[in-house]
């Protein structure tokens, strides 16, 4: 394995993180109508469960799903259904004013992190083309704990980065300007995902 193995994943690694999806998407809606903090724990939920998919991948879970279709697709259900639950949540509250959203404790907002993570299996398989590509086939138990570690840290650091910039006063005061309907376009996004990735019956 080689540095610039490691450089080319994690240049793949933040174009992904910066594409349109559910994590990005309850990120910003946390950091902006909750609390930094609170998005700082969801930020490390999400960087968790995204490491262990690439963890996964590494030790080749992708071939798991290929070998029994149905855990992959109860996993796909139960995403998508999440999905849906908070895009439902995200709704009823978009006409509530910024502070009467209630805040939510570190183990809360880092265990939601995890299951917006958790609910697209599909991330394993993403992980895996992309580590196909650019790591050879045999790397050793070091070299996976390394590119499953690296991967956590660049998550944490990007999620973090994030959450201080959109809870600046500033943002929160942008967002207020128009928070109904930047929720409800939120929630709608959300729900339009779940509901792709519920009658998606692509393997």
Do not use: C
Request: net charge positive; no cysteine.
């Amino acid at each position: 394995m080689e540095l610039s193995q490691i450089l080319a994943f994690n240049a793949a690694l933040l174009v992904a993180m910066a594409s349109p999806g559910p994590a990005l998407l309850v990120l910003t809606q946390t950091a902006i109508s909750v609390d930094r903090r609170s998005a700082i724990w969801t930020g490390i939920g999400l960087g968790s469960m995204a490491a262990l998919w690439t963890l996964a991948a590494l030790l080749g879970l992708d071939l798991l799903f290929a070998l029994f279709p149905a855990s992959y697709l109860v996993m796909k259900t139960l995403g998508a259904l999440y999905l849906i639950w908070i895009a439902w949540g995200t709704w009823k509250t978009a006409k509530a004013p910024l502070g009467a959203v209630p805040r939510v404790t570190p183990r809360r907002a880092f265990r939601r992190g995890v299951t917006v993570n958790f609910a697209n299996p599909k991330s394993v398989l993403f992980a895996a083309g992309v580590l196909v590509v650019i790591f050879p086939p045999d790397l050793g138990a070091a070299q996976i704990a390394f590119v499953a570690l690296n991967h956590l840290m660049m998550e944490i650091a990007v999620y973090s980065l994030l959450a201080v910039a959109l809870s600046r006063p500033r943002a929160r005061r942008a967002y207020q300007a128009a928070k109904t309907h930047l929720d409800r376009l939120t929630a709608a996004v959300l729900g339009g995902l779940g509901l792709r990735l519920l009658l998606d019956r692509t393997p």
